[in-house]
């Protein structure tokens, strides 16, 4: 009798966690980018080489949710870059491990969601939602442009805080800021907010950012820098057009302001699109002017929902330097 009553307490036991572990899910996803050809920037000699991550950068993640009831959802994510070419995990030697993501939150169909940890900032999801080529530092001009140019910081930050509200009537908004703890040459906290309209094939985003630590080199007598950047996209159909401007000021002995621009156009052909893409930037720091145009053109075709390939030609231009171009053939996949 003990020994049925000890089977029956084990198998309670046992469906209890099996009721607690079907109310959380957790997945483990990522991608793996890798591409080969000749690679040149604006002033720098040519480069042919293996390269991780040119349309987008390799990484691995681990996400979860859990199910509180009443509409409320506890979550989590950990996202980590890695380099394919090298086997390396980061985006480079120094880099944290969890820098694409590390956050533990709350979210609610209803209230929207709070996230805590290193969060992506707003202005990164806008530059890589209106643009042809996405979130590529290899290809995008608009990326480029913003956080391999006139940016300082990254495209995310660590001891922050996220909330990210629902969308109504086709508006939707996101608030991010940091608490700028321990940072070296920090001025204070950065702050970033956005604000969305999406209806039909029409989508627009008004971002503003300014940046107070988290920089790796501070300019002398650096206090803040400022961007706002509006973007907008239709999709025909037949061609999704996008567009963006920005501003980016920087506050330090000798201030610098930078004008963005981008245009670009998304155009499906058979299992794939074509991709095109041309982004300005002008710089401004005290007497001296410098303008850096880029132009991308490519090609990517999907093999399936997972996995694709694409050739892209890319020209780079800067003032008072050589001009740049890259040929570059690569394969994606998913998982």
Do not use: C
């Not at 991608?31 to 691995?60: C, P, R, W, Y």
Request: proline share 1%.
């Amino acid at each position: 009798m003990l020994f049925s009553h000890q089977k029956l307490i084990a198998a309670a036991a046992l469906a209890a966690l099996a009721g607690s572990a079907s109310a959380q899910t957790v997945s483990l996803y990522g991608l793996v980018d890798m591409s080969v050809g000749s690679f040149q920037a604006a002033g720098e000699s040519k480069l042919k080489a293996a390269e991780n991550g040119k349309m987008t950068t390799s990484h691995i993640g681990f996400a979860g949710t859990e199910d509180l009831g009443g509409g409320l959802k506890a979550k989590f994510a950990l996202e980590s870059f890695l380099r394919a070419d090298t086997g390396k995990s980061a985006r480079f030697d120094t880099d944290a491990f969890w820098a694409r993501k590390a956050i533990v939150g709350l979210e609610s169909a209803t209230l929207g969601s709070l996230t805590l940890g290193r969060n992506t900032t707003p202005l990164f999801v806008s530059t890589v939602s209106y643009n042809a080529f996405g979130d590529s530092y290899g290809f995008s001009p608009s990326v480029r442009h913003y956080f391999v140019g006139a940016l300082y910081g990254d495209s995310g930050w660590s001891n922050s805080a996220l909330y990210t509200s629902p969308t109504w009537g086709g508006f939707s908004a996101s608030a991010l800021v940091n608490a700028g703890e321990g940072a070296t040459g920090a001025t204070g906290r950065n702050t970033s907010a956005s604000v969305k309209y999406a209806i039909a094939g029409l989508s627009t985003m008004l971002t503003y950012q300014q940046v107070k630590n988290g920089v790796a080199v501070y300019p002398a007598g650096f206090e803040a820098q400022t961007t706002t950047q509006l973007n907008a996209s239709y999709d025909f159909g037949v061609a999704k057009l996008f567009g963006q401007y920005g501003q980016v000021e920087t506050d330090a002995t000798v201030d610098v302001e930078t004008r963005l621009f981008q245009v670009g156009a998304s155009v499906p052909v058979g299992s794939g699109a074509l991709l095109l893409s041309h982004g300005q930037a002008r710089e401004e720091k005290g007497a001296a002017t410098v303008t850096r145009k880029t132009t991308s053109f490519g090609y990517d075709h999907k093999l399936s929902r997972r996995s694709d390939v694409y050739a892209v030609y890319m020209n780079d231009k800067k003032t008072s330097l050589s001009s740049g171009n890259t040929f570059a053939v690569g394969l994606r996949h998913r998982f």
